[in-house]
């Protein structure tokens, strides 16, 4: 058997990818819609909710961060914009300078973006450069002695370069993965971890009907987890998951694309001159691969986490068949539209798929399309329980599980109303099909969660001290790890009254996460706080009611304070009512309070985990 692919394989610099190429399909484009399953947004509650203090989310932290989104470097971005709402001015016109009205795109699609755009002008500038296309596509067809009716692909000329693709579709067969349960071993998470399709044992929803978050509890089976990676699972650890994208929005994207539907599963040659990607934390390097258009569009593209940046709509501007549509993209990639930019990527929650029905004449190449979107990266779980206990026999066979809990993300979506995030809603979706097929009867669901360990190290597993007295305050889904420390210091006799919870909730009856699952003594070590039932309090007022308990176990040997959830709202407020805490019971003015768990952070004495 030979090996053939298109033409041509020689300088990358000369290449033309068959992505630009292909000449777009006539055939209809199916349009894929789902009724949402999501749960009725709950009425608000008649009592009136404490007022929350505002927070903001960190959307760059680098002047490489900075230049990727805006397409300008810090020093361009300081010049024109203080970050102050100032560049808006921008939009003011100038004497002398000729504008004109475009007309919107009329669909719902654009009309959701928001964008207030009056007049623009004629003459633009300060167009960033089309981005550096740094991924291929190339068709591959495997040639047999008997001829083949219909093929359009050519001999490749350098038997070097057929030799190494024959050599990678080797590679590719002999590995045989199935890439609906797992991504493509390429996909590697850091070294020396690979991804491990973990059978789902089973899984229910923790959070009850009303509950303004829903929360899924699942319990993976690990009993074939490869053992040579030499770090064992961990009290307090997480492991990372490798979700994909949702199967129907990846086909919304081929689909507005016009990608043909026999290629989306073909094995295609990807080459790439630089970078990590199709990697997760892979070298800085060219790489040339087998895969599927699917498979990178499933596992390595992020298509809804990231804001639009000015190489996107760049690019989305050169494909952009309707001159309207492209004279409104490269406005907003222009100087002039630096305000209407700023007010468009901060604005609601875009996802690839709305950009692209937004602006319906405009479809790059799908290779040249990759070169400009984020990877898609792991997401990581923390660990809700001791996974060295945790051992069920089914089957005739010992199963030994871990346990993890995920909260359930949304956003505002255009469409469907909104949508869930890539891991969460992929876990969703997961245990709601287990469920359903076991309600058809089927008693163990063949359904998987791909996954790797790597971070039995985090801070909360790292600081874990089996004697000292520990305090472990959480709030939702944070809540999650220390139930596992729970249940290891309940096995010890002498540590049973060393071990106390404060766990924040909004309403016990709909969403106490893993209430009567902490052991023998839970009613003795566990204090659950409630913000919309009873007396109405958040888990910092709690922190500041058990102001002796916080002073005493700090200050004891080996005593250790945890801090697990998000950090908006419930991190900053367990902050300020520590940093009282050691104001009233230390005597302290408030830059000293600040300072003593500081230094108690430091020789991990008080650890935090927020996200």
């Known amino acids: 058997m030979s090996v053939s692919v298109e033409p041509s394989v020689g300088a990358m610099s000369g290449y ?6 292909r000449t777009p399909s006539i055939a209809p484009s199916l349009t894929y819609s789902e009724d949402s399953e999501d749960q009725e947004e709950p009425q608000p509650p008649e009592v009136t909710p404490r007022k929350r203090r505002a927070s903001t989310r960190l959307i760059a932290q680098s002047p490489a961060d900075v230049q990727r989104i805006t397409g ?93 693709i024959e050599a990678s579709l080797k590679t590719l067969s002999l590995e045989d993965l199935d890439t609906s349960i797992q991504p493509p071993s390429f996909v590697q998470p850091h070294a020396p971890y690979h991804v491990f399709a973990a059978k789902i044992h089973n899984t229910r929803e923790l959070t009850k009907p009303g509950a303004e978050k829903r929360t899924y509890h699942f319990d993976l089976d690990i009993t074939d987890y490869p053992h040579e990676e030499g770090v064992d699972f961990k009290v307090g650890g997480a492991i990372g998951v490798s979700a994909p994208n949702d199967t129907a929005a990846v086909n919304q994207i081929f689909d507005l694309l016009l990608v043909p539907r026999f290629l989306r599963d073909k094995p295609v040659l990807l080459r790439t001159t630089r970078g990590r990607w199709p990697t997760v934390w892979g070298e800085d390097e060219a790489r040339e691969l087998v895969t599927t258009r699917r498979d990178l569009l499933t596992w390595c593209t992020d298509i809804q986490s990231y804001p639009p940046t000015k190489t996107l709509l760049r690019l989305l501007a050169e494909y952009a068949i309707d001159p309207y549509e492209k004279k409104m993209l490269m406005f907003l990639c222009s100087g002039e539209g630096q305000g209407a930019f700023c007010d468009f990527r901060t604005g609601p929650h875009i996802s690839l798929a709305q950009i692209l029905s937004a602006f319906p004449s405009a479809k790059p190449p799908l290779d040249k399309l990759f070169s400009v ?116 210091r309940l096995k010890n006799a002498n540590c049973a009254n060393k071990v106390w919870v404060l766990q924040g909730i909004r309403d016990s009856l709909v969403d106490e996460l893993y209430g009567g699952e902490w052991g023998v003594h839970e009613d003795r070590v566990k204090k659950v706080v409630q913000s919309r039932r009873g007396e109405s309090r958040y888990v910092q007022d709690e922190v500041l009611h058990q102001a ?9 040997v080996d005593g250790r304070v945890f801090v697990c959830g998000s950090s908006q709202g419930m991190g900053e407020g367990v902050e300020a009512a520590l940093v009282k805490v050691a104001m009233k019971k230390g005597n302290l003015e408030h830059d000293e309070a600040q300072n003593f768990w500081d230094l108690k952070k430091e020789v991990g004495q008080y650890i935090t985990e927020t996200w």
């Open 16 to 21: 033309v990818s068959e992505e630009e190429t």
């Open 72 to 164: 300008e470097s810090t020093q361009q971005l300081l010049n024109r914009c203080c970050g102050g709402g100032c560049c808006m001015d921008l939009q003011k016109k100038e004497e002398g300078v000729e504008y004109e009205r475009v007309p919107y795109p009329d669909n719902d699609a654009f009309r959701s973006l928001g964008l207030e755009i009056d007049e623009i002008p004629t003459v633009l500038t300060k167009i960033p450069d089309l981005p550096e296309q740094i991924t291929f596509l190339q068709s591959i067809r495997q040639v047999s002695n008997s001829s083949s009716p219909v093929d359009s692909a050519v001999s490749v000329e350098s038997p070097a370069s057929s030799a190494s």
């Open 373 to 488: 979107l984020q990877q898609l990266m792991p997401r990581f779980y923390s660990l809700s329980n001791d996974p060295h206990e945790s051992y069920e026999i089914r089957d005739g066979k010992q199963h030994r599980l871990i346990e993890i809990a995920v909260t359930v993300q949304e956003t505002p979506d255009w469409r469907a109303g909104c949508r869930t995030g890539v891991g969460s809603g992929f876990f969703e979706r997961q245990s709601r099909k287990y469920v359903e097929l076991q309600k058809a009867g089927e008693s163990a669901p063949q359904l998987y969660i791909p996954m790797f360990k790597g971070l039995m190290a985090n801070p909360l597993a790292k600081e874990f001290v089996s004697d000292g007295p520990m305090l472990l305050i959480g709030a939702g889904v944070g809540i999650a790890p220390f139930r596992g420390f729970v249940q290891h």
């Open 548 to 556: 002796d308990l916080v002073w005493s176990i700090v200050n004891s």
